[in-house]
DNA sequence: GAGTTTGAAACT
DNA sequence: CAGTTTCAAACTC
């Protein structure tokens, strides 16, 4: 399949936005030889739970788009993208499906088969593979289970593991093929256990249930685990963060299960394997092994669960014959067994889930294979010497099997979802639209051809991997992402926003040293190969660290850079904070402190309303549904692009009937208004190619500059304070900036074209603020609207423009220079302290001749009144007051106006003061006094200050309406004496 | 449309 | 940090 930006609008065709579907990991076990240092870690388990994630030792400065565009880099490239997660309106449903973690999958109709689609891009393993039992269980390179029976193994077959919860699991040899892992909250009783056939020292954690196929001789069977840890003499906790999030991930539960019977879901972060090496088996994650979620591994499977559906990840051919399925299955099959030659090398790994589902379209032959189970996954491990390292089987319901390498395998996030619904649908293009529980948003996954052949790995099919994961964090918003063996990924929001993503890691701002909070922003600054670090910089990573940013126990163990984060798309879940009742959001955080910059003074101007702009107070969480697609796209260049759909919200316009100038319509994303993700595609599907890369691009421009603003927002403490507060109630939640991303990343606001605008329409219909017309600055200055608000220039008349994707280096050397010299630069200028609060601007103006009064006041422009921040000189755009109009004040600037140009004998303007004749000092003490009249009055009664200061500003515009009404009758007086003077 | 004005951005 | 220059939009004619 051919991975066009066309096909992709078809599949964006769809407009059901998914719920926060992100892509979420790739796992990569077998590439981390510095995973190796963490399995040869004996710390603590707090020690280890800190350096989860981060494997990277090394951290490489070099840019994803370095990365990326290394020749021969074909790793498969992690992202992480924290989505918006804002909840659609209205909120009540949104929230609601969200919260009960309905979700609901669809598949494209042009496919028979429904699945989330990875690209699988190793090489094939031909080599048949060594009995289960007989050889090490591996897992890319990370041995899960060894063959030789540890001390702990009861009977020499079963090994007891303890769990941080007390609960005991009994990991068991077997010959068996599937083998069950029993837990038990107090002891290793028969009645209350559930079974899980795993080697010796191996435990499985918080994972779907994985069942090999009957075929296998030997496999794995885990079942409901929750957080495991194992039994290690330390009695260290391995798994310190993922104890407490079986509430958020939800794992395994079925619905079925009731709380006393099953244990509560949660994931394993770390195994000890028979050797007494501690095995990672994901960074941060709940999935285990195949990062498969239990819940939601299974496209188009419902999954009611009290739990949180689990991300799912789903490898499946180009059939996608799975995603039909009503369960979720994630099978891991020990022994490989060769391939024939030809063979389809299109895994799947389908997770379905055993609850009940409504699944309307079942046409998989894969069935659930337990009514517990949440899900199963058959990969096949590498056993032994037979299989590679860091390969691993994978073999789909249908028999099929591929070797690839664990790191191809994307991780889906284990998001805990308590909504037993799910729905699969299958949309055109191959796109396969699912929903999650307590997804509200439908997530698509497409499987795209691997047209990259120069990878030195085999490609097993031309398949493309879409994953998408639920972020531990509700939210509505889903994402869709292919991930491929390719340099260079855009991100495309429906909302208009393309971004690319090659230089993911350019995106996060450098991480202060010894910043601790902030360092999911952060990208690293050390320089390394460009292989190393593309394998280093993993979603995996970013989430380890981000959840290290929930952690307020963040330590420095480790290098300083191992605490970098890489390739951090973070999208702000303020919807997600707010329906849980956490903390306030970073964004809050960052409003509280403008406000105390500005002060008290809030002003209300209402002089001039903001069309569309969401002054109702309404949070932004309820608004925002997007899809992701990332879905890379090759281009002329190899760039690749992952373009990300942004449902739900849709297209932001701005509001104003005015154009806004620079930095506007990066502003409050109140302002911003949802369009229909239908029009938004349609009009994507419209755009030429070159025209969705500039979008593509844009997205990620704003990313950049979001990036830099939530950095810069989340440095003061006590904003960190909040964040970890949030974040550390809402568990697994990541603490991200609690400003959507997406917001930012979307078009700006413009006004809605009413007329004929056209032109400023962009390549999504949307209202484009206008068009640039910079000559010398290549548009590459904050001179440039275009550039200031981080979109590409389009359609403008611009010379010598390096605003486009052409010049990507050089944008994005001008980014970092603005962000140099300013921090802020792409920050909005224009922003509400607080949510009805009036807009401001952030920075004030400095005019000194215009009065505030044209639009070369930024003020003025963006129709708000200037404040203390503002150092203009003769200012007069203040506040309206209903007893003042601004005509009034028009008429008293047309008044000075006139009076200062006054033609002498010779017919040229002089100067003239009286227009200050009014302003006299005694009417300015008049004045004053009054004010401090009601001060004291107001001192006296105790009255509220507030009440005082509305008050003295109201004596203010009494005393001014007074001077003004006297101004214009003297004003009147002044020209009749002038025309009976010049008549005379 | 050309020229002027203006103020933010950039520079020194 | 202040002053100057550059720049592009806003404005005027």
């Known amino acids: ?570 999208m702000p879940h303020t919807s997600m904070t707010s329906a849980t009742g956490s903390a306030t959001s970073t964004a809050s955080t960052s409003q509280k402190h403008m406000q105390k910059l500005i002060g008290a003074r809030v002003p209300q101007v209402k002089r001039v309303p903001v069309q569309g702009a969401n002054m109702t107070g309404s949070n932004s969480n309820t608004t925002t549904r997007k899809v992701y697609n990332l879905v890379t796209k090759s281009d002329a260049n190899g760039v690749k692009y992952m373009i990300c759909n942004k449902g739900g919200e849709g297209k932001p316009r701005t509001v104003f009937n005015t154009t806004m100038r620079r930095g506007y319509t990066l502003a409050d994303t109140k302002l911003r208004r949802p369009l229909a993700l239908a029009a938004q595609q349609a009009r994507l599907k419209q755009m030429k190619p070159h025209q969705q890369r500039q979008i593509v691009a844009q997205v990620k421009q704003r990313q950049l500059q979001l990036q830099k603003q939530q950095q810069s927002t989340i440095t003061k403490p006590q904003q960190q304070q909040q964040i970890l507060k949030s974040t550390a109630s809402q568990d697994t939640k990541i603490a991200v900036p609690s400003k959507p991303l997406f917001d930012v990343l979307k078009p700006p606001q413009m006004p809605v074209p009413v007329t004929g605008a056209a032109a400023a329409l962009d390549a999504l219909g949307g209202s484009r603020r206008k068009h640039c017309n910079c000559s010398k600055s290549q548009c590459l200055k904050l001179y440039c609207d275009c550039f200031a608000n981080g979109e590409f220039c389009q359609d403008c008349t611009c010379k010598d423009c390096f605003n486009n994707l052409d010049y990507e280096v050089k944008r994005e050397r001008a980014i970092r220079s603005c962000l140099e010299r300013n921090p802020s630069a792409f920050k909005p200028k224009i922003t509400a302290p607080n949510s009805g609060d009036m807009r401001l601007h952030n920075k004030g103006c400095n005019c000194k001749r215009s009065g505030c009064l044209k639009n070369y006041c930024e003020c003025y422009e963006a129709k708000i009144p200037c404040s203390t921040m503002c150092k203009c000189v003769g200012c007069r755009n203040m506040e309206d007051r209903p007893d003042v109009d601004m005509d009034s004040m028009d008429s008293l600037a047309d008044v000075k106006l006139q009076a200062n140009k006054v033609k002498d004998l010779n017919g040229t303007y002089i100067q003239d003061n009286r227009s200050n004749v009014y302003l006299t000092d005694d009417v300015i003490e008049a004045t004053i006094m009054c004010m401090i009249s009601r001060i004291v009055t107001h001192e006296k009664q105790n009255l509220p200050i507030e009440e005082t200061e509305r008050e003295v500003i109201e004596e203010l515009g009494e005393s001014l309406n007074q001077i003004i009404t006297f101004a214009k009758e003297k004003n009147d007086t002044f020209h009749t004496d002038d025309h009976k003077t010049t008549a005379a």
């Open 1 to 570: 399949m051919d991975t066009s930006v066309s096909s992709e609008l078809d599949e964006l065709g769809d407009t059901t936005p998914l719920p926060g579907l992100t892509l979420y990991d790739l796992l990569d076990p077998s590439t981390s030889s510095k995973e190796q240092n963490l399995e040869s870690d004996d710390n603590s388990g707090a020690d280890t739970d800190n350096k989860r994630g981060y494997v990277v030792k090394k951290e490489s400065s070099t840019t994803t788009n370095e990365l990326l565009n290394a020749p021969g880099q074909k790793k498969a490239q992690t992202v992480r993208i924290l989505e918006n997660k804002r909840l659609t309106a209205p909120m009540g449903t949104a929230l609601k499906n969200m919260l009960e973690g309905s979700v609901r999958v669809v598949t494209t109709p042009t496919k028979t088969s429904s699945a989330t689609d990875i690209k699988i891009l190793n090489k094939l393993q031909t080599k048949p593979l060594n009995a289960f039992g007989n050889a090490p269980v591996k897992i890319g390179s990370t041995t899960i289970a060894a063959p030789t029976t540890s001390p702990k193994n009861i009977g020499g077959v079963k090994t007891a593991i303890k769990i941080s919860d007390g609960k005991v699991l009994y990991l068991q040899k077997s010959t068996l093929p599937v083998v069950s892992v029993t837990t038990d909250r107090s002891a290793p009783t028969s009645s209350n256990i559930r079974h899980a056939i795993l080697p010796k020292g191996v435990t499985p954690s918080g994972t779907p249930t994985m069942k090999n196929n009957a075929s296998n001789s030997s496999s794995l069977t885990v079942r409901g685990l929750t957080t495991v840890e194992t039994s290690k003499p330390t009695g260290q906790s391995l798994n310190a963060v993922a104890t407490n999030e079986s509430s958020s991930s939800g794992l395994l539960k079925s619905p079925s299960a009731d709380a006393a019977s099953i244990p509560v879901a949660t994931k394993i972060q770390v195994v000890r394997t028979a050797d007494g090496k501690l095995i990672k088996l994901n960074q941060g994650s709940p999935p285990v092994l195949l990062n498969a979620k239990p819940a939601t591994l299974g496209v188009r499977t419902s999954v009611s669960s009290t739990q949180a559906a689990i991300p799912t990840a789903i490898l499946s051919n180009n059939s996608n014959k799975l995603m039909n399925k009503p369960t979720a299955q994630v099978i891991i099959k020990g022994p490989l067994k060769q391939l024939p030659a030809g063979a389809s090398l299109r895994p799947v790994i389908n997770n379905s889930s055993s609850s009940s589902s409504s699944s309307s379209n079942s046409n998989n032959a894969t069935t659930s294979t337990s009514s517990s189970t949440i899900a199963s996954a058959t990969i096949a491990t590498s056993a032994g010497s037979s299989m590679p390292t860091g390969k691993m089987l994978v073999q789909s319901s249908t028999g099929k099997q591929i070797v690839v390498a664990s790191r191809n395998i994307i991780k889906l996030s284990p998001k805990p979802s308590t909504s037993t619904t799910s729905n699969t649908n299958t949309t055109a293009g191959g796109l396969h639209a699912i929903q999650l529980p307590g997804k509200s948003g439908l997530q698509y996954v497409r499987v795209l051809p691997n047209n990259n052949s120069s990878s030195n790995e085999i490609k097993t099919s031309p398949q493309k991997v879409s994953l998408g994961r639920p972020r531990t964090t509700s939210n509505n918003n889903s994402s869709t992402v292919s991930v491929s063996n390719t340099t260079k990924i855009v991100m495309k929001t429906t909302g208009g926003s393309i971004v690319p993503l090659p230089s993911m890691q350019t995106l996060v701002p450098r991480r202060a040293p010894g910043a601790t909070s902030n360092a999911a922003y952060t990208k690293p600054l050390s320089n390394s190969s460009s292989l190393d670090a593309a394998r280093k910089h993993r979603l995996s990573d970013i989430n380890v660290q981000l959840k290290q940013l929930t952690s307020d126990n963040v330590t420095d163990s480790g290098s300083p850079e191992a605490k970098k984060a890489r390739y951090v798309i973070a």
